[in-house]
């Protein structure tokens, strides 16, 4: 007869074995973290969502308000949370030239967004015509790698089309790859890597003439196109304006400026959202059904991005991203004037991409990043990236002049980078 498991089973000591009082581990907490790096500094160009503290202080707050509700019962017992939720989701709608009928769910964040997105194309396409085992998406090769993390749970297969014309999808290499076996094609408002908007109307075009779902993600740009659009910027038509645009993503914890941990899931006919949801009826506990994959959630997030939204409406936006545009045109400008950097294709957010032209940029990221300035390294091509945020107003003249003497040094052979690669997101 088999033993019962023994305690001295247990490996180590790894579950904390005494009780701690809080006001000591908090003080032991903190310290750690000051060895971290600051979320958000202005000699830092890495991701950070900033657009001032008053609006840091607004979605914090509406975050502890709603911080210990249980979103998934919003609809049962907190009728007040399920209408900011609506309330969120038909603003967002609005801003993105949605039709009547439109719809949408809030998600835990960009990734999740598009998992159901697939989701809803793979069932869709089922309900009408035969697909194959492994269903195929074909999107760009600059598309968030939220798209594989998606067809490897699906059981979908996603087609990257390798080139990258001028910095934008390939339209015609995606139409070369489109098979029987192809249910969903995508283009991305602005793509993470290179920042110029995909041509959506031309990709949701070709979605048409194969009666294909067409997802454009605006995981970035949802929030920023429409404002940069009103401020006179030459965005090309990326939303729900464009036929053919089936669904679309929207972080409102990247560019919304909310608290971490929301997105939206957008369609262009409500009633897609049963592709994407799963009801489970003959559970002891009831019937349970939601549209997306997480269950429990606090109801801080969806707070936290209509306090947001709300305070500083269509202005508030408008003053914010006028700011951070005049930030990107000095940086654009003065990187064009550094001899042998290029500015790679037209940013249309608030990401900017660059190249150097015969030396080794990496050498220029070390040279920077030994004066204090954190950037981004990127690979085909071999590229810096920085990511703007308001505090980058005082900084980036700083940061330019460095940045040329850096280049000018390289480019006397007088730097080489110690570390090759780019960087990487592994958690
Ligand atoms: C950030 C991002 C995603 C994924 O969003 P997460 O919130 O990190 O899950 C998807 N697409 C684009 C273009 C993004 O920038």
């Not at 709608?93 to 809030?106: K, Q, V």
């Not at 429990?296 to 991203?321: F, K, N, P």
Request: aromatic share 8%; glycine share 10%.
């Amino acid at each position: 007869m088999a033993a019962k498991a023994a305690p001295e089973t247990r490996r180590n000591r790894a579950f904390p074995q005494a009780s701690r009082p809080w006001d000591g581990l908090k003080a032991e907490m903190l310290a750690a973290r000051e060895a971290d790096n600051p979320w958000c500094h202005e000699r830092s160009f890495s991701a950070a969502y900033f657009a001032g503290e008053d609006v840091l202080r607004c979605a914090h707050e509406a975050y502890d308000a709603y911080r210990d509700q249980n979103g998934l019962f919003a609809a049962s017992a907190y009728p007040s949370l399920a209408a900011l939720e609506r309330a969120l989701i038909a603003g967002v709608l609005d801003l993105l030239h949605a039709p009547e009928g439109a719809g949408g769910s809030t998600t835990a964040g960009g990734t999740e967004s598009i998992l159901m997105a697939m989701k809803a194309a793979r069932d869709w396409a089922r309900e009408y015509r035969p697909v194959a085992d492994v269903p195929e998406v074909v999107v760009p090769k600059t598309a968030h790698a939220a798209f594989d993390k998606g067809a490897a749970w699906l059981g979908m297969k996603v087609v990257r089309v390798s080139r990258s014309e001028g910095w934008r999808a390939d339209v015609a290499g995606m139409a070369a790859a489109i098979t029987e076996n192809t249910v969903m094609i995508a283009g991305s408002a602005p793509p993470y890597p290179y920042g110029e908007t995909d041509p959506i109307e031309e990709i949701a075009a070709l979605a048409q003439s194969h009666d294909l779902w067409m997802h454009s993600d605006g995981c970035i740009g949802g929030m920023i196109l429409p404002f940069m659009a009103m401020l006179g910027e030459p965005i090309p038509p990326f939303d729900f304006a464009v036929p053919g645009v089936t669904s679309m993503s929207v972080d409102l914890h990247k560019f919304g400026y909310a608290h971490k941990g929301i997105s939206l899931c957008l369609l262009r006919d409500k009633a897609l959202e049963r592709h994407h949801r799963t009801t489970f009826e003959g559970w002891p506990a009831g019937t349970y059904s939601t549209p997306t994959i997480t269950g429990t959630r606090s109801g801080g997030a969806v707070a936290s991005a209509w306090a947001v939204m709300t305070t500083l409406g269509e202005e508030g936006y408008l003053r914010i991203y006028e700011a951070q545009r005049r930030i990107r045109e000095r940086l654009v400008a003065g990187i064009g004037a550094i001899e042998g950097l290029v500015v790679l294709g037209h940013p249309h957010a608030l990401h900017v991409t660059f190249y150097a032209d015969g030396f080794d940029i990496f050498a220029v990221e070390e040279g920077t990043a030994a004066r204090g300035w954190r950037s981004i390294r990127m690979r085909e091509p071999d590229s810096i990236l920085l990511w703007l945020n308001v505090k980058h107003a005082e900084s980036i003249d700083d940061y330019l002049s460095d940045l040329a003497e850096v280049t000018a040094q390289v480019r006397r052979g007088g730097l080489t980078a110690a570390r090759r690669g780019a960087s990487n997101y592994a958690t």
